[in-house]
């Protein structure tokens, strides 16, 4: 009962001192935020050659009956804009970092709901109750 008081405690001064913390914002003009995302074709095609240089996916274009060279020359023919929306799909696409989280996450609330008694999950917790 005193952990699970000094645990709730110490969240909620963390919680108070994170709220009091200034913040700064600016605004941002949309002819900059245009000539930034279209300037930026070289970080772009960068990725994208990152992306097909990895072993996983040229052993999945290999897989897949793709060579990976040819593969690579499509995408150096391909326009500005064709390399921006493949690259924004490399970018969205999942790394494995959604499982982990939502394992961590079910652990947290397995853990949580284990102290507070709701459940027995885990025999390395006591129940407040």
């Not at 909620?12 to 605004?27: D, E, K, Q, Y």
């Not at 040819?70 to 493949?86: C, G, K």
Request: hydrophobic share 55%.
């Amino acid at each position: 009962m005193m952990i699970a008081k000094r645990l709730i405690a110490s969240t909620l001064v963390l919680s108070c001192t994170l709220m009091s913390m200034p913040v700064h914002a600016l605004i941002v003009p949309t002819e900059a935020l245009v000539e930034t995302e279209a300037g930026d074709t070289s970080g772009q095609r960068a990725r994208i050659d990152a992306f097909f240089a990895r072993e996983d996916v040229r052993l999945a274009l290999v897989q897949q009956g793709v060579d990976p060279q040819a593969a690579l020359a499509r995408v150096a023919a391909m326009s500005d804009a064709e390399a921006a929306q493949l690259a924004g799909r490399i970018e969205q696409a999942p790394a494995g970092g959604e499982v982990l989280g939502i394992l961590f996450t079910l652990f947290i609330v397995l853990l949580v709901t284990d102290i507070l008694g709701f459940t027995k999950v885990f025999p390395f917790t006591r129940s407040i109750r």
